[in-house]
């Protein structure tokens, strides 16, 4: 029997939580799954908060909705914790990511009684540290893919390698920042595991 992996992205206007769907819809596909990858559109402005969701799995995909029930949450911006019902609908089996430099103990009481998985990891300042810039969509999809085991570690980072240079061939300083990002977040929650 076929599983599909849910995702729901909760962030802001401009933090990228979109593009990351996205690009994580490109690595799966890349891995020969059926993907989906695709933002809820509403009043979007910068700072506003957004959702995007990621259907992944190992057979055709028919359904085409938002994701009321999803096995993974992530959080791109902690403060979206305080105006948005996060952990709606999400399995108790499943888990919840949270960009936060503050610990798992600190952040469970703000997830409404969720007694599921949770994981947290400082994307901002990953982000900061290795691109200058606070960029956190670059560290939670690398997060999203070690605690998915969506793909291995080696294959994305080949993969991402690959359409960093294509997105930003005209760019190329950027790029090497963006693949630092990634293999410390991988590496950070694959460490979490």
């Known amino acids: 029997m ?3 992996l849910e995702i729901r992205w909760h962030g802001r206007g401009g933090q990228g939580a979109k593009t990351a769907a996205l690009l994580l819809a490109d690595v799966a596909f890349s ?6 990858g695709f933002p809820e559109y509403g009043p979007e402005r910068m700072g506003a908060p957004i959702t995007a969701y990621n259907r992944i799995s190992d057979e055709d995909i028919r359904v085409h909705s938002n994701i009321y029930t999803p096995d993974l949450v ?3 911006d902690e403060t979206l914790l305080h105006s ?8 108790e089996d499943g ?4 960009n936060t430099p503050s610990s798992v103990e600190e952040i469970t009481p703000m997830l409404k009684g969720y007694k599921g998985k949770v994981y947290t ?4 300042k990953i982000s900061i540290e290795t691109l200058g810039k606070n960029f956190p969509n670059t560290p939670m999809l690398a997060a999203v893919v070690a605690i998915t085991k ?8 080949a993969n991402m390698q690959e359409s960093y240079e294509h997105k930003f061939a005209k760019k190329p ?3 090497e920042g963006n693949m630092k990002a990634l293999t410390t977040a991988y590496d950070a929650a694959a460490a979490m595991m």
């Open 2 to 4: 076929s599983k599909t």
């Open 31 to 36: 891995t020969g799954a059926y993907v989906q």
């Open 74 to 76: 992530v959080v791109v």
């Open 84 to 91: 948005v019902d996060v952990t709606a609908g999400l399995k």
């Open 95 to 98: 888990a919840i990511l949270i």
């Open 121 to 124: 990891i400082d994307a901002c």
């Open 150 to 157: 969506v793909m291995d570690r080696e294959p994305f980072i």
């Open 173 to 175: 300083e950027v790029i």
